[in-house]
């Protein structure tokens, strides 16, 4: 079975500062991951994706995030917090195989704080 | 494109009742999926429906069911309910190439408050 870990369950930066949020996973083979974020009273959006393209992957209001098959992790970064960063980050992994897929399997959460 | 909704935002209702949720996906979408949000549990996925079957299940009660129309709305029915049932419910829609979902795109979400 599949699984996400996310260490920690808040995180709190200065703005400005370099954002990480650490995610490892647990899989067989390489899945496809996912980081989504909760602003509250909200739905998920899908900040970032990999799925077994390019191991450096580009997001949404300049997040990124780098799989390490080797570490097992999918960490998100971000060079410089702002304000509206604020919210609630989820990774995920889904299967990487057809009809299997659409189940995502989502690590606990991670609140993130931003100081002025 | 209009996004996924989902109706109503919140409900409250009494131990016992039942419950109906919706859930339109965006159009194109033909896979729907709900996932049951709580402060104790996270996130945790109910069932996935494509082409009006259910396609992948998760790890609840009977109580717990849903559909999907001809026109890939879902939705979700929740039978005598318990004060554990508060939560968050959310429904996701892909897009279905070949066999593979694309990414899920999330709704707002259904409050659920039993008391």
């Known amino acids: 079975a599949q699984s996400v870990t996310q260490l920690g369950s808040h995180v709190s930066v200065s703005e400005g500062a370099l954002v990480l949020l650490r995610c490892n996973y647990s899989?067989?083979?390489?899945?496809?991951l996912f980081w989504y974020v909760q602003y509250p009273n909200q739905g998920l959006q899908l900040l970032l994706k990999y799925t077994s393209a390019a191991t450096l992957v580009k997001g949404i209001n300049g997040f990124e995030a780098e799989f390490k098959k080797s570490e097992t992790s999918f960490h998100l970064t971000k060079p410089s917090a702002h304000m509206s960063d604020a919210a609630e980050y989820f990774c995920a992994v889904t299967p990487n195989n057809p009809g299997a897929n659409s189940k995502l399997t989502f690590g606990k959460g991670i609140t993130l704080s931003v100081r002025p | 494109k209009a996004g996924v909704t989902q109706t109503p935002r919140y409900l409250i209702k009494t131990r016992g009742q039942q419950v109906t949720l919706s859930c339109s996906p965006i159009s194109g979408h033909r896979s729907v999926s709900w996932y049951q949000q709580t402060p104790g549990q996270g996130l945790q996925f109910l069932f996935e429906?494509?082409?009006?079957?259910?396609?992948n299940k998760g790890n609840f009660p009977g109580r717990f069911s849903g559909r999907q129309f001809s026109n890939s709305r879902s939705e979700m029915n929740v039978s005598t309910l318990e004060l554990g049932d508060s939560a968050l419910y959310l429904c996701?829609?892909?897009?279905?190439?070949?066999?593979?979902?694309?990414?899920?795109?999330f709704g707002q979400g259904t409050r659920l408050t039993v008391v």
């Open positions: 899989s067989s083979v390489p899945p496809y």
């Open positions: 996701a829609s892909s897009l279905v190439q070949g066999s593979m979902n694309t990414e899920a795109f």
């Open positions: 429906y494509f082409s009006e079957t259910q396609r």
